[in-house]
């Protein structure tokens, strides 16, 4: 089946968690099947990304990202560089963001998903932008939790459910760590 064909797939089997999400969902759905190179980061005034949690091996605590640019807490991800295959964009950035090279999916569909502005980079001269955002859950296979903090971070530090939404505070990041902490 074809990437974009299974991204639709995945969508429309996604369980909305509150309205926000659901909204988000009907318009990625549109978004999706107007076609287009969406999921390149030049496609504006949006593109797709894929982003993720990641959590240790336990599955107590996850390991959030000091976003450089950004300036806040929040899962990895990044841009999907013209693939249609989100969960492979969210794995790879993972594995690239956090160093983690041994990592599994918790489950085998979308997490959470999000459409929300990015401000305008003058240093990357990019626009103000939506990213459409499609999120999933890895975890660590084995006990090593040592991370490498790379070029896109300020830090990184691994959190308990309660540590993690006192760094992120209240919106989408937080409803999706809710959903991680029921998986828990």
């Given at each position: 089946?074809?990437?974009?064909?299974l991204l639709q797939?995945?969508?429309a089997?996604?369980l909305p968690?509150?309205?926000k999400?659901k909204t988000d969902?009907?318009?990625?759905?549109?978004?999706?099947?107007?076609?287009?190179?969406?999921?390149?980061?030049t496609?504006l005034p949006?593109?797709?990304?894929?982003?993720?949690?990641l959590?240790?091996n336990a599955?107590?605590?996850v390991?959030l990202?000091?976003h450089?640019?950004l300036?806040f807490w929040?899962q990895?991800g990044?841009?999907a560089?013209?693939?249609a295959d989100?969960?492979d964009?969210?794995?790879r950035?993972v594995?690239e963001?956090?160093?983690?090279?041994?990592?599994?999916p918790?489950?085998?569909c979308?997490l959470?998903?999000?459409?929300?502005?990015?401000?305008?980079?003058?240093?990357?001269?990019?626009?103000a932008h939506l990213h459409?955002d499609v999120?999933?859950i890895?975890?660590?296979?084995?006990q090593n939790?040592?991370?490498?903090?790379?070029?896109?971070?300020?830090?990184?530090?691994w959190c308990?459910?309660?540590?993690a939404l006192?760094?992120?505070g209240?919106?989408s990041v937080?409803?999706?760590?809710?959903?991680w902490?029921k998986?828990?």
């Amino acid at each position: 089946m074809p990437e974009r064909a299974l991204l639709q797939r995945h969508l429309a089997a996604h369980l909305p968690h509150d309205d926000k999400e659901k909204t988000d969902l009907a318009a990625m759905m549109s978004f999706l099947q107007a076609g287009g190179n969406c999921f390149d980061r030049t496609h504006l005034p949006g593109h797709f990304t894929g982003s993720a949690l990641l959590v240790n091996n336990a599955g107590d605590k996850v390991l959030l990202n000091h976003h450089k640019s950004l300036n806040f807490w929040m899962q990895f991800g990044g841009h999907a560089d013209g693939s249609a295959d989100l969960f492979d964009v969210a794995r790879r950035e993972v594995q690239e963001e956090s160093g983690f090279m041994d990592i599994e999916p918790v489950m085998d569909c979308i997490l959470d998903i999000d459409i929300h502005g990015i401000p305008y980079n003058g240093r990357k001269a990019e626009p103000a932008h939506l990213h459409y955002d499609v999120r999933y859950i890895f975890r660590l296979k084995n006990q090593n939790d040592n991370f490498v903090v790379s070029d896109e971070s300020i830090d990184m530090r691994w959190c308990s459910y309660e540590e993690a939404l006192a760094l992120t505070g209240p919106g989408s990041v937080a409803r999706m760590l809710g959903k991680w902490n029921k998986l828990r």
